[in-house]
Every structure is written in C-alpha cells, then in structure tokens.
C-alpha cells in the first residue's frame, strides 16, 4: 500500500504552531515511506474563511519547506461532488431530510442538559416522510444505532466509541452548503488518504467519519490524534506566550530549519538527540513513536536551536533567508561585501536573522551619528592623534587582506607605545560607528580601504568639533 498523508488546515487564520507541527508529522511520514503529502485547504467555513488566510497557510507551509505532492485542493470548489455523495446516501436510506428548527433544537438541548443528558439531536424526522410543503430542510446521516466504532490510533492505542454516543449528523445545511464532516470523508476517500494526522480536538469527529466512509463503501484509513501544544506555563499556547504565528517566527529572525527542528520534539523523540536535519527526521521519524503527553513550548529552547543553525549552515543557505530581514530593514545589500560573508563573520554574535541585519547596517551603507556611549568613552581628544596614524598606516596598505590590516593596527600601536586598546577600540568606533564589532580585521576587510579612510576622518572631525565645542 502506497502511503497517502494530508495536511487540511481551515483558512480562518494564520497557520499556527500546531497546526505547522500537525503538517510536518503527516509530511514527514509520507517521505519516510516513500508515499506523498496532499494539502487540502477546508474552507467550507464560508463565512470566516479569507483569501488572506489561504495565502497565509500556503506562505508559512512554503517558508517551511514542506513542499505538497499533490493540492492545494479547496473543498469550496467542490461542492457538487459532495452533493453527489449526499443525494445517494438520500436513495439508499442512509440520509434523511430534517426540518427541525434550529431554535427547536436548542430548547431540546437546553432540557437535555438540565436532566444531566447529553446533549444531542433526538432523530424527530429519522423515519418521517410527512414532509412540510416548501419549506427548508437539511439533510442528516442516518448513523447506527448499535455497535460501537472501533480504531486503533497510532498515538492513543485502541479507541472505542459506542454508537449510541453519537448522534445522526448533519451533512447538508438547509442552505444546501455540505458540512465538513461529510466534505473530510469524501476528500480523504477520493484522494486515497491512508493515514490523517490531526489534532486530538478531532477524536470526536472520527467515529462520525468512520461510520460515513463504511456507509459509502469506502476504505478506512489510519489516525493519529497528536496532544495539544501548551505554553511554558502549562496552559494551551496563545499570544501571550509570544508568536503562534508561523510567519511571526519568519519575521522575528527565525531560519525555517531550526523552527522544523524544534517543531518535529515537540512530541516526537529520537532518544536524547536534540539536533536534526530533516534528511535525518526522514530517516527516523515514526507515527507510533508520538508522545501522548502534551508538549510545553520553550522559546529559549527555540532561540538555542537558532543560534545553532545560523552559526552552524552552510552561510549561502543562511544568507537565503537573511536577504528578507535586510530588505525589511532597507538594507542594500548590492552597496557592500557578500552577504555571505557578512554572516561568517557576525553569526556567533546574534540569536536571530533580524538581530544580525540590525548589527550589520554599517557594512552597507554609512552612519550618520556615532554612538553616543561609545563616541563619549573612545573618540575623545586623546584618541586623535592614534587615528591620525592608524588612519595613515591602513592607507598604506598594499593588498587589503586581514594579516595586512592586522599588522597595520599592531605596528601603529607598537610606533606609538600604546596598548591594543588604546588604538583599537577609537578605530572600531570610527569603522563602525559604535563599540562593538567582530574583530578588526575581519570587519575591516569587508569595508572598503577608501570607505575606512573616509570613516576615520569622520571620526577625527568629531573630536575635533568637539575639542572646540
């Protein structure tokens, strides 16, 4: 049997964090069987379901490399199909028309629950056919009134439901529109779904769908209800515990490899090992080896995971994502060195992509003020005469490589008997503006020999002013 997953968020929103977990376990056991992953977007919700939100998911699933085999399928354009199924369940005695009243319904409901019942529709029009002259009506399933549903779950073992839990759906609303637990069995049927990852919030619908699908003669495919994801402290993840948003981690600075790599343990393990590419979540990942137990979301594990990936890929592949920050910033990455480069050098002193691009504005383009703190601390009277000389000795430089520069700085400091300190940090202020900076040769390198002169006479013109002032 050839392994078919599903990815079938509903577009009344941005794709959050379980939901980016939920798509990456059904994405990762299709590879990891060599079958394929289809994205259905469920958007029978009409009336919250936005163009915006569709773009949303499709962007965040991109962002993440969770590529599609096969979709985006909508379910709105699909809807004669579902009415198809409908109206041969009608035929056959497996459907019925309903023209119970909503507000009928609820005052049902609202009994039911004062007796401490249940509350459910009580199949007033199963088995009527004194049907009402022009007048609207849904159409409900005739669900099995013995028997039990029983399905193994590959996170949660054996479930068993017993059919007198459940009540005869609603599969038609009275407006004509098919509803989505009808519109899931169809899809999942005629796509050949063989196994649907989901959030645990759908055990209760599966029973339902089950009963549908062998209703229709359909196979059953395999479930796997994952927990929820909770906040750090330990109540269902929201905006107060920070992004949920998987584009949000996009635009706070985050790489897509360390958002995946944090994703796949929240819920899943692979021993104690805490890093891992996606070949080798490929490899090892198993529905079976799902923890039942809800996961704690950890920002600072994130941050960690990061950090790691930034120092840690190749810099090209940083560099991919880092273009979007720098662009954000309006940073023209076209007026200076690589970007590439920029990263090799910066990556052990930032957590995140947006941090990095703000740190690195001074290779790009130039500042028009320098730090006040470090302006005050370094670039006073003092320091003048050592930029002179700095500035003169790095003029003269033949070959503008790092030993180069480096021999420079030493051999200024050594003609002027002063320490490293005392010639370094002036000229690190005046190269970029504040006071900190990778190390002076390689930030230098990176900057043109003219633009370091330019920048040094800037400097030494502060000072000067300031002496006056």
């Known amino acids: 049997m050839s392994v078919v997953t599903r990815f079938a968020p509903s577009p009344t929103g941005y794709l959050h964090v379980g939901g980016a977990r939920t798509a990456l376990y059904s994405w990762l056991y299709a590879k990891s069987q060599g079958g394929k992953f289809v994205l259905r977007i469920e958007d029978t919700d009409v009336e919250r379901s936005t163009e915006q939100a569709k773009q949303a998911i499709l962007d965040g699933m991109k962002w993440l490399g969770l590529e599609h085999d096969e979709g985006p399928y909508y379910q709105t354009e699909r809807f004669d199909k579902y009415n198809q199924y409908i109206d041969k369940l009608l035929e056959q005695g497996l459907a019925y028309r309903c023209y119970m009243k909503s507000d009928e319904l609820d005052k049902i409901r609202e009994e039911q629950e004062k007796r401490g019942e249940k509350p459910r529709y009580p199949g007033t029009w199963r088995d009527r056919t004194d049907y009402p002259e022009n007048e609207a009506f849904a159409i409900r399933f005739k669900n099995p009134k013995e028997g039990e549903v029983v399905f193994k779950d590959h996170v949660r073992g054996e479930i068993r439901i017993s059919n007198t839990e459940l009540d005869d759906l609603v599969i038609r609303r009275s407006d004509g529109t098919p509803t989505y637990n009808f519109c899931v069995v169809i899809d999942d049927w005629e796509m050949g779904i063989t196994h649907v990852v989901r959030g645990e919030d759908h055990i209760n619908n599966t029973p339902r769908q089950i009963n549908i699908l062998k209703a229709l003669g359909a196979p059953v495919p395999e479930y796997a209800h994952v927990s929820m994801i909770l906040g750090d402290d330990g109540k269902k ?205 390689v930030t230098l390198v990176l900057l043109k020999q003219s633009k370091v002169a330019q920048r040094i006479d800037k400097a030494i013109e502060f000072i000067e002013k300031r002496e006056n002032s």
């Open 237 to 441: 993840l929201s905006k107060r515990h920070g992004a949920v948003s998987v584009m949000q981690y996009r635009d706070d600075g985050f790489l897509p490899q360390a958002v995946l790599n944090y994703l796949v343990r929240l819920g899943w393990s692979h021993g104690d090992q805490e890093i891992f590419s996606v070949d080798e979540m490929i490899d090892l990942f198993s529905l079976d080896h799902i923890s039942k137990s809800a996961s704690a979301f950890n920002t600072e594990k994130l941050i960690w995971l990061n950090q790691h990936y930034i120092k840690t890929l190749p810099a090209s592949e940083v560099a991919e994502h880092a273009k979007w920050h720098f662009d954000e910033q309006k940073i023209d990455v076209r007026n200076g060195p690589a970007l590439e480069d920029v990263i090799k050098v910066q990556a052990e002193r930032v957590d995140t992509l947006k941090e990095l691009a703000e740190i690195s504005r001074y290779f790009y383009e130039d500042f028009e003020e320098f730090d006040a703190n470090a302006a005050k601390k370094h670039l006073r009277p003092v320091a003048k005469e050592c930029l002179v000389a700095v500035r003169d000795a790095l003029n003269e430089v033949g070959e503008w490589n790092s030993a180069n520069i480096q021999n420079a700085i030493n051999n200024t400091a050594e003609k002027l008997g002063l320490g490293m300190g005392k010639v370094g940090m002036p000229l690190r202020v005046a190269a970029t503006g504040s006071g900190n900076s990778p190390s002076l040769d």
